[in-house]
């Protein structure tokens, strides 16, 4: 009785504020949304997996469920279905999704990735019943056998997302960027220690690039650009640093990069996340952290 009782009033607040939660739109924020946007990256050949919760603060919900790769095409389609019963999560992961998918479809997600083979793409829980902001995503990229497991809040569109863009409001409120300032930390040399930055947006542009200055540490920085053509960019940071830099590991500093030869910056929504992983001489002491990356807003449109 007392479950119920709390239910329903948690039910009211709900819908007395649901206009509250969706009253900035355009904006990286961690409020309910009708669609759901995940980054999918899971090991071909090993044990690397995206996991991912969706709550349902309605219990009502219903989703078609769109993979697609990193330049966006549609390769595989699914529906998924809450409970109706109480407020509901339902759970899944990257590996139990591929398995269902056809050699083709499993062939089109292919990425190499430092000299190993990833499937790579995103997915998009859209939502049956348009304008209902009822999903909250919780997303972990894992790698248990090798001692790594972060976590971070999946990309919830209020009101709907626009498939081309992926902005809020059905596209008409993207979440802008002209800048993104990543971090980067690669401790050792270990094969199991790496820096990616990841970064998704709305759409693909093969002259698009991040273009601007890494620093390290000492307040020393060098010119850089690096392409970002696809809708899912994952870069393989220590790549791109210039060995005048750093001297020996840890190599540490972050990037001032402008998003530039965009002609869309305005319509497209921009997400990213620097993903720091640390293989130590035991798994117990190795670790890895998952950061969003700090942006400036299109100043006409982001953050209004």
């Known amino acids: ?130 304008d209902s902001d009822q999903f909250i995503p ?48 690669i401790g050792n040399d270990r094969s199991e220690t790496w820096n990616w930055w990841i970064v998704l947006l709305g759409s693909n542009d093969s002259d698009r690039i991040l273009g601007g200055v890494i620093c390290n540490e000492e307040e020393q920085c060098i010119s850089l650009s690096i392409p970002i053509p696809n809708e899912l960019n994952i870069i393989d940071v220590e790549g791109y640093i210039p060995a005048i830099l750093h001297a020996d590991y840890p190599k540490a500093g972050m990037g001032l990069f402008s998003i530039v030869n965009a002609a869309d910056l305005d319509i497209i929504t921009v997400l990213g996340w620097s993903y720091q992983r640390l293989e130590a001489s035991t798994v117990s002491a190795s670790w890895d952290v998952i950061h969003p990356m700090h942006r400036i807003y299109l100043p006409q449109l982001g953050g209004l």
């Open 138 to 185: 919780w997303v972990y990229l894992v790698d248990l056998v090798r001692g790594f497991a972060s976590g971070y809040n999946g990309f919830a569109a209020e009101i709907a997302v626009g498939l081309s863009g992926l902005g809020e409001d059905n596209g008409a409120a993207p979440v802008t960027a002209v800048a993104l300032f990543p971090r980067y930390y």
């Open 1 to 130: 009785m007392k479950k119920a009782v709390l239910l329903m009033l948690l039910a009211v607040s709900i819908v007395f504020y649901a206009n509250t939660a969706s009253a900035v739109m355009g904006v990286a924020d961690d409020v309910p949304g009708t669609d759901i946007v995940i980054p999918l990256i899971c090991e071909k050949d090993g044990t690397m997996n995206t996991l991912w919760a969706v709550g349902d603060i309605f219990a009502n919900g219903i989703a078609d469920i769109l993979v697609y790769d990193k330049t966006s095409n549609l390769i595989y389609d699914d529906v998924e279905e809450w409970t109706t019963d109480d407020p509901d999560i339902v759970a899944s992961d990257c590996q139990t999704l591929i398995a269902k998918m056809s050699d083709a479809q499993r062939a089109a997600l292919e990425m190499s990735i430092g000299g190993r083979t990833y499937y790579v793409g995103y997915m998009v829980y859209f939502n049956w019943f348009s």
